[in-house]
């Protein structure tokens, strides 16, 4: 049986993602742009991408009619066995707010000057607790109320060993002063590299992190990140392209949401 051709939709935030949900895709139809050669009712495959994870959705679809001049692209019927599609969207659309958008949204704090970490008050060891100071509880803090009270040192060590939530709310308030330190974390989940390689204000050394990282390269969503980044040099274009498939590679070609000099390296190295 023939490869289906794919086509890929990715919005560009999640915003996006969700109107595009509420509009189009929840009916059974999409439209992609781009120049495709399809036939009428032509099976194909429409593959979302997540506009903050880069997770896959792949759905069976039909080409209803595609258009050409200025503004190509394809419209597609979703043909897709799901009992309830809606349902299904809204659970693709709603996973990187549950992974990674959990957390309360805070206001980035002054840098300029280092905020010390207070001294921890010692209990006292003559004294019995009374009984009503016994009952109380302390509350305890979220992870954004955390990281705020971090100077530099501790903001490292966070980032080096802490969990999900305390590095998504240090990379939340703190951003790209705390990617390399993030970088160095084993734990550091394919959606957290994602986020930062697809970041248009990632410096390159920063770049040269992740795409000399080979566990990193295997991973698609971070592949696409990092080439869906108009940032990327040549070389570490390159890189990143030979750690595709050969299937996948010439899909860059048809992938409009590439830089040009991506799918020009691409076809370099397709001999095109």
């Not at 040099?233 to 750690?243: D, G, P, Y």
Request: with cysteine; glycine share 4%; aromatic share 4%.
């Amino acid at each position: 049986m023939a490869e289906r051709p794919q086509l890929f939709l990715e919005c560009a935030s999640l915003e996006i993602l969700q109107e595009e949900i509420a509009t189009n895709l929840k009916k059974g139809r999409a439209y992609v742009p781009g120049k495709y050669r399809l036939g009428p009712r032509q099976a194909c495959e429409l593959v979302l991408i997540h506009p903050t994870t880069g997770e896959w959705m792949p759905l069976q679809a039909e080409a209803v009619y595609v258009a050409e001049g200025e503004h190509p692209g394809v419209g597609l019927e979703i043909v897709e066995a799901i009992d309830d599609l809606s349902q299904v969207l809204a659970a693709f659309c709603e996973a990187e707010r549950t992974l990674l958008l959990a957390l309360e949204p805070c206001e980035p704090i002054a840098l300029s000057e280092p905020i010390a970490l207070s001294e921890p008050v010692a209990p006292c060891k003559t004294d019995p607790p009374s009984a009503s100071t016994d009952r109380q509880s302390v509350p305890s803090q979220s992870p954004a109320e955390k990281v705020r009270g971090l100077n530099a040192a501790g903001r490292e060590q966070m980032a080096r060993r802490g969990s999900l939530a305390e590095r998504v709310a240090l990379e939340r308030t703190y951003g790209a002063l705390v990617w390399e330190a993030l970088l160095a974390n084993p734990l550091l989940s394919t959606a957290e590299v994602s986020k930062i390689a697809k970041n248009h204000t990632a410096s390159q050394p920063i770049l040269n992190i992740i795409v000399s990282n080979a566990a990193w390269l295997v991973k698609p969503e971070v592949r696409r990140a990092l080439l869906s980044n108009p940032r990327l040099k040549e070389t570490q274009v390159e890189k990143t392209l030979r750690a595709l498939p050969l299937s996948e590679l010439k899909l860059v070609l048809k992938h409009n949401a590439y830089p040009n000099a991506v799918r020009g390296v691409a076809k370099r190295l397709l001999g095109i």
